[in-house]
């Protein structure tokens, strides 16, 4: 572990705690440098300057841990931006709806250590290609991991339905068997769902492709 730097974890999934009231909030790590990290995260809750969390980020095998404190927060891009909206004489800014950017110090000795959790990574948007029964969908894969995707698309498709994957990677198509976990409503952009898909079988055609895409990735 002693080779593993904050800058392995941008990209991946955090979760971290309010320490003052014990607020669940989860989110990707954005940016990781020096003592500050960045947070794309969506929550209806108020934060404000000052806030302090018990932050945990899951890199592949190994989590990284330690106290934070909130000093920043602001908007993302246009297509993904939240609402914040400031409380006039108070450091309270309360994120409506959609994702917004937290940026937070450092505020204790970091801790790294093995982890089960299982490893998930930002995706460049990359076009998919969904196939269950008769129909065919598409939908776009925004996050990755060993087990299977995470996807938007404008289509639904039912929990625990059996369905093939064509993801059109730069290393060429990868094909897989899969079965859809969730589809909810996707928080981030209107009109669109948030769906889940556990590989249960690829190919020794496949495979090899799909573990050379998520070396990359990491």
């Known amino acids: 572990m002693g080779r593993i730097s904050a800058k392995d974890f941008v990209g991946t999934r955090a979760r971290f705690q309010r320490l003052?009231?014990?607020?669940?909030?989860?989110g990707w790590i954005e940016d990781f440098y020096g003592n500050l990290v960045t947070i794309s995260t969506n929550t209806?809750?108020?934060v404000e300057i000052g806030d302090e969390f018990r932050f945990e980020g899951f890199g592949n095998k190994v989590s990284i841990?330690?106290?934070?404190?909130?000093?920043?927060?602001?908007?993302?891009?246009?297509?993904a931006e939240a609402k914040v909206t400031s409380v006039d004489g108070t450091n309270v800014k309360i994120v409506e709806a959609r994702r917004s950017k937290l940026e937070l110090s450092v505020s204790s000795p970091v801790r790294l250590a093995a982890s089960q959790?299982?490893?998930r990574m930002q995706t460049n948007e990359v076009f998919v290609q969904i196939s269950e029964s008769e129909r065919d969908y598409t939908g776009f894969v925004i996050d990755v991991g060993q087990q299977g995707i995470g996807l938007v698309s404008q289509f639904k498709l039912n929990a625990r339905a059996s369905v093939r994957v064509v993801m059109d990677t730069r290393l060429g198509p990868i094909e897989a068997l899969g079965q859809v976990r969730y589809c909810l409503p996707d928080k981030d952009r209107d009109g669109m769902n948030r769906i889940g898909i556990m590989f249960t079988d690829m190919d020794r055609v496949h495979r090899p492709r799909w573990d050379r895409y998520l070396s990359e990735a990491a």
């Open 20 to 26: 003052r009231d014990a607020k669940l909030f989860a």
């Open 44 to 46: 209806n809750f108020a």
């Open 117 to 119: 959790e299982s490893l």
């Open 65 to 79: 841990v330690f106290n934070a404190k909130l000093q920043t927060v602001g908007q993302l891009d246009s297509m």
